[in-house]
């Protein structure tokens, strides 16, 4: 009933900026967490921010100081600003998310990525 599209991937350079959306969609009946996660190749998909409904947020350390992940409740959008962008960050970013369906418990949600590349 929920669905996350990511967008905003691509390729910049080192030190360069780039922001990911993640538009979310269906008979949402509220949200309670949204994150964004990262895979690199050969490696395990990690938390790199997430937001609470609330607006408490938490980073990853590798990230802290240059991603900021923002919501626009209107929108039914979650950001993630990235900065000081690093070859090490160069993964495939998903959307994730928890949210309540009308009448039905809550569930978790993926989107089916972006590709973020960051090299010179």
């Known amino acids: 009933q929920v669905h996350l599209v990511e967008s905003g991937g691509g390729l910049v350079q080192p030190g360069g900026s780039l922001t990911l959306s993640c538009a979310a969609s269906?008979?949402?009946?509220?949200?309670?967490?949204m994150a964004w996660y990262r895979q690199a190749p050969g490696k395990q998909r990690e938390l790199v921010a997430g937001i609470t409904s609330g607006g408490t947020t938490n980073y990853a350390d590798s990230v802290k100081g240059r991603f900021t992940i923002s919501r626009d409740n209107a929108k039914n959008t979650v950001n993630l600003q990235m900065n000081s962008l690093k070859p090490e960050d160069t993964a495939v970013y998903y959307c994730n998310g928890v949210f309540r369906v009308t009448e039905n418990l809550p569930r978790t949600y993926w989107g089916q990525g972006t590709q973020v590349t960051v090299s010179s």
């Open positions: 269906g008979s949402i009946f509220s949200m309670l967490y």
